[in-house]
Structure formats: structure tokens, C-alpha cells
């Protein structure tokens, strides 16, 4: 394991517990987001990695060793640091910011000099800049800087804490932009803070949800919109976000109509006619006596062979089109638009049928994505709508 | 004017050395003190304040009674004339000190030290450069009040231009009068331009030029 740390609990003279019983493993490459409001101990937690607060207890390891045993200055050398207020030296060139820490670490003047130029080119700014003055920068360019300072001596571990938070949002969306990059090419590890859930759930690879000094949740962030743990997470991930990521992480299952009009192989095409017209459908779908699904027939399949077949099997169509009632609806809607088709059938893991998908479905999804539920009133003459149309969804069967 | 200078001219050429001589002992000994004092206190801030009131205290004794006060452990002559000035040097520097590098924006401190700068780096590299102005114009502030003092201290018998004024003074002369304190006047405000030119080069550049 790159980074380790094991039951770290910080208090602070007083007794104000600002971290308590932290415990995270995260791999090399990873991106970690630690994400709270102010005051859950993020920036505590990250700040004992490199021994900038030492904790009250437990451990902290990096590469295996205990970091409470490494020169506290030598650690930090080989640990990126970006800060919010990006704290490049107004008095040292751009040249001279960037290879700050190789000085210290007392490389030779040529290699300096190539790490530079290597470093600006990174951020894509002209070479020239090497030699300007921070000041003569605007605030995004200075952030770059600050960015590539931090990996100039090949640290693998790079520590940021909310470093884009005073930058305006084009700027902001560029610069986490080349971060993911960085930590995507260049396989550096980043263990960053942030308040911003969007942040957070763009660039992270795992996201670590802090209230109080406690972990809520370590999770991904598909796993974190999809299963919040608690009202807290809901609350930072925010209603609009929900709604916005529901098509991506919602299953069919919470979609799909229940209890689709359905029909069984032996059934004579009377009796499906008469159920076609009885619920105003224009397709039936065939299950055997067990619920699982068979085919389907359509009222042209009935007008067609009405004379010369007699029950449902010999007619149905059997190989169509189904999904899984846990799949996810992102894919079913790529499906139903590709393929033209007027519905799906959704299946249970034991191939039963359990509902259907329509076009009218999809309605919905896309309605919901673009409105929500943006007040009680609206989101109830949402579910009243939903009613009134299910048996004109089915008609489309 | 002229006959003045005739008459005086030789000495006033050397009571303006003494005068210079004096002064400039008393603010290099001043600075060399201060300036790492003032330093040392940004990272011993418990005790500041009570380093900042000694150093106030000892700013309101009378110049008059301080330079009596030095007799009995100096004698008379430059010497104690020199630490008398020292100890009024002090303060204005120190306070400068202590607030520039109080004063450096903690964003740097903490962006040095979370590269891995050592403590002694982060004050030579960063924190002295970003507080260079304001403890230059300490110095400047105490080198004005040093050269003006120092006319008191040829009461002790040090010498310098004081000695025109104080003989002006018991012989009701004005022309001497005038001819020590025009001098001091003038060596004030040379030291002063002197010292600010200094203090431009001292200031890190954070433009290209």
C-alpha cells in the first residue's frame, strides 16, 4: 500500500476533536478526494501526511514507512504541496519557483534548467514566462505554477488543499482538467480537499466523505451518487446533482411499468385479441405458466395468421430484445433509441418478465432530468400524469 | 557665513566626522542587535510583547539623563555616547523587525515550509526578503533620530557638531548655533537619501525589469 493511515485521531489543546479514529489506504496513482463541510477535519487529516500538524495517535505510512520516523523537512521534500492561495514567492522568478525544491535538494544548475522548461511546458505556457515575476501572471497561470511546482522534483505524492477554490469557474474547470491529466499520465498519487462536490466527483477516483472529524463514506463517485450514505451525503451531494446523475445511475428497475400486459403460449389468438382490446394494447407479451419471458406477439402477427394458427406459441416472435431490471437506464435508452424500438421488456435475474420499458418511460427520465421534482406540488401532478398515461404506454405494446 | 567657515572650517570638517563617526557606530551596533532580535521574536512570540515594552521603556528615558547615565559605567568620550545612541536605536528597528516578518503573508510561510524549506531557510529565502522594506525603513527612522541625538552627546564629551551648539548656547552665539544643527540637518538627510537607496536595493524585484 502507497499511503496508510491507521486510527489517526487529532485533538487539539482544548480538547476540541478536530479528526478521530481515521482510517485509509490508497494506492499508488489513486485520485482521493476528501470532501466536508468546514470543520470535518479534511484539511487536518491532510496536512498530518506531510507532519504540517503531527497527530494525537496512530500512524501514518508511506511506502511502508512510518512517517513519524522520516526528517520531517526530508518528507516534505519528496511530497507535492499546493495551497489554495497558491503561495508562489512574489520575490523569485517563475524559473526560480518551479525548481525551489530541486535547489534544495542541491541539484546541478543544467538539470534545474531543463526541469523548468519541462515543467512550463506541462502547462502549456510559453517558455518566456520562466523569467516573469508571479505578479506579472493572472491568478489561473499563477495556480499552474504552483501546480507544476509540486511535481518538480518527481515528488509521487502531491497534497492540495482546495487549491482552485479562489479561481473563477472556466479557469477553475481548465485546471482540474490538468490535474486529471496529471494524475492519469503521469500516475502521480493526489490526496485532495475541496468543499466542492462537483470537483470532487469529476476527479476523484475515490472520494472520502468527512463530518466532524469522521469518514461518512469512502466510495467511488458513481458509488457515492448512487448510494449516499446517509441524509448528510445527500445533503453535500445536493438535489439538483441527484436528479442530474438519476439517468446514469438509476436501474431500469426503478423505471420500468409493473405488471405488463402479458399472455401465456397456450392461449388461442381469441383470447389475445380480446386481452389486446380489453387493455388498449397493440402487442402482447407471452411468458410461460412460471412468469418467464417467452416472446411476444404483435396485432399484425394476429391479423396475419389469425386464420391459420390457433394459440399464441405458434406465432409469437421469440427472439426480441430484453433487458435486465438492474441494468443501468443509461444503456436501455442508448438501446430503445438505436434500435427504433417501441419498448423493452425487463427481466428478472431468473429470465422472469417484471416489467416493460417504453418510449413514454423515456419521457419521463428526460423530464425529470431537465425539471425534477422542483417543487411538492409539481413532482405530485408528476406521479398523477405518470398514472393517467400508463394505460396509453401500454397501448403502445 | 563665509567668515564662519573661515574661521571654522577645519573643525567643522572634523566635528561633522565625529558626529558621522558617532552616529554610524551606534545604528551598525543597533542594527546588528535588532535586526536578528526582531527576527528571533517572530518565533518566540509568547515573549515579544515583553522584549517590545523593554525596548519602549528604555525609548522614553530622557536622551539627557541617558547619557549621564552612561558616566558611571563608561566614563566620558564616544564610548558611552555610542551605547547611550544604541540603546535609542534600538526600538524603531526591533519594531519594524518584529511587524515585517510578522507581517510576511502566512500563505508563503506555510507554502515554504510545506516544500520542505527549513526553518532557517524559510527566514533567509523568503521571510527576510518579504520583509526587507519595512525593517529598511526602521533603520532609516532610527538613523534620523540617531544623528539628531547625537548633537546631545558632546554633553559627555564626545565631540561631534553638538559641541557648536552647546558652545553657542553658553556664549549666545548664534552663528555657532546654527552652524552645528545646519549640519546635523543636512548629514540627517544625506544619511536619509543614502539609507533609502539602500532600501531600494535591498527591496526583492517582483517585476521584471
Redo the contacts between chains.
Keep these: 500500500m502507497f499511503l496508510t493511515m491507521e486510527h489517526l485521531n487529532k485533538t487539539y489543546p482544548g480538547g476540541k476533536v478536530a479528526v478521530e479514529d481515521f482510517n485509509l489506504e490508497i494506492e499508488k496513482g489513486e485520485f482521493v478526494c476528501f470532501i466536508g463541510t468546514s470543520g470535518s477535519g479534511k484539511t487536518t487529516t491532510m496536512r498530518m501526511i506531510?507532519r504540517?500538524l503531527s497527530q494525537t495517535s496512530g500512524t501514518i505510512k508511506l511506502n511502508g514507512e512510518d512517517i513519524s520516523q522520516i526528517d520531517p523537512?526530508?518528507?516534505?521534500?519528496?511530497i507535492g504541496?499546493v495551497?489554495?492561495?497558491?503561495?508562489?514567492?512574489?520575490?523569485m522568478t517563475i524559473r526560480d519557483n518551479i525548481t525551489?525544491?530541486p535547489r534544495?535538494l542541491k541539484w546541478s544548475q543544467d538539470k534545474m534548467n531543463e526541469r523548468a522548461k519541462e515543467m512550463i511546458k506541462l502547462v502549456e505556457l510559453p517558455e518566456d514566462y520562466l523569467?516573469?515575476?508571479?505578479?506579472?501572471l493572472s491568478g489561473g497561470q499563477q495556480q499552474r505554477i504552483g501546480v507544476v511546482?509540486?511535481l518538480a522534483a518527481n515528488q509521487d505524492l502531491v497534497?492540495m488543499d482546495e487549491p482552485f477554490g479562489a479561481l473563477d469557474p472556466i479557469t477553475r474547470e481548465a485546471l482540474q482538467d490538468l490535474v486529471k491529466d496529471l494524475q492519469e499520465r503521469l500516475g502521480k498519487t493526489f490526496v485532495f480537499v475541496t468543499h466542492d462536490m462537483d470537483e470532487a466527483l469529476k476527479l476523484s477516483t475515490r472520494i472520502v466523505v468527512m463530518d466532524g472529524g469522521d469518514i461518512i463514506q469512502v466510495d467511488t463517485p458513481d458509488g457515492i451518487l448512487r448510494h449516499p450514505a446517509n441524509e448528510f451525503v445527500e445533503n453535500l451531494i445536493g438535489k439538483d446533482r441527484l436528479i442530474q446523475a438519476r439517468p446514469s445511475i438509476t436501474t431500469v428497475g426503478q423505471v420500468m411499468l409493473k405488471n405488463p400486459i402479458a399472455t401465456t403460449p397456450g392461449k388461442s389468438l381469441t383470447v389475445a385479441l380480446r386481452q389486446m382490446h380489453d387493455k388498449r394494447v397493440d402487442s402482447l407479451l407471452v411468458t410461460d405458466e412460471a412468469g418467464i419471458l417467452k416472446g411476444v406477439i404483435g396485432i399484425e402477427d394476429v391479423d396475419y395468421n389469425f386464420n391459420s394458427a390457433t394459440s399464441v406459441g405458434d406465432i409469437m416472435k421469440r427472439d426480441i430484445f430484453y433487458v435486465q431490471s438492474s441494468s443501468l437506464i443509461r444503456d436501455t435508452v442508448e438501446r430503445i433509441l438505436k434500435r427504433g424500438l417501441k419498448n423493452i421488456p425487463v427481466v428478472d435475474e431468473n429470465h422472469r418478465l417484471v416489467g416493460i420499458v417504453t418510449r413514454a418511460t423515456l419521457v419521463d427520465i428526460v423530464y425529470d432530468a431537465l425539471w425534477g421534482d422542483e417543487d411538492e406540488d409539481e413532482a405530485s401532478n408528476n406521479i398523477h400524469h405518470g398514472e393517467d398515461d400508463a394505460p396509453a404506454e401500454g397501448g403502445e405494446q | 557665513m563665509i567668515t564662519f567657515l573661515q574661521n571654522y572650517g577645519g573643525q567643522l570638517l572634523l566635528k561633522t566626522w565625529q558626529h558621522l563617526y558617532i552616529s554610524a557606530f551606534s545604528l551598525f551596533l543597533g542594527v546588528i542587535v535588532a535586526v536578528p532580535i526582531g527576527i528571533l521574536l517572530t518565533r518566540a512570540k509568547p515573549i515579544a510583547n515583553t522584549v517590545m515594552a523593554i525596548a519602549s521603556m528604555l525609548q522614553t528615558i530622557p536622551a539627557m539623563a541617558l547619557l549621564a547615565l552612561m558616566i558611571p559605567f563608561f566614563g566620558i568620550g564616544a564610548i558611552p555616547a555610542i551605547v547611550a545612541l544604541f540603546i535609542y536605536s534600538l526600538l524603531p528597528i526591533l519594531r519594524n523587525t518584529y511587524l515585517g516578518m510578522k507581517d510576511v503573508e502566512p500563505a508563503l510561510i506555510d507554502a515554504a515550509k510545506g516544500m520542505g524549506l527549513t526553518n532557517w531557510q524559510s527566514i533567509i529565502k523568503v521571510e527576510v526578503p518579504m520583509a526587507a522594506p519595512v525593517i529598511m525603513a526602521g533603520i532609516r527612522l532610527s538613523a534620523t533620530y540617531v544623528i539628531a541625538w547625537a548633537a546631545l552627546a558632546s554633553y559627555i564629551g564626545a565631540g561631534g557638531l553638538g559641541d557648536f551648539i552647546f558652545n553657542g548656547l553658553n556664549l549666545y552665539r548664534t552663528d555657532l548655533i546654527l552652524g552645528g544643527s545646519i549640519p546635523v540637518i543636512i548629514l540627517a538627510l544625506i544619511v536619509d537619501w543614502l539609507l533609502g537607496k539602500l532600501e531600494a536595493a535591498v527591496t526583492p524585484k517582483t517585476t521584471q525589469s
Design positions: 506531510n504540517m523537512v526530508k518528507l516534505r521534500r519528496q504541496y495551497i489554495q492561495n497558491i503561495g508562489l514567492m512574489p520575490h525551489l525544491v534544495l523569467d516573469r515575476y508571479p505578479s506579472q511546482r509540486a497534497l
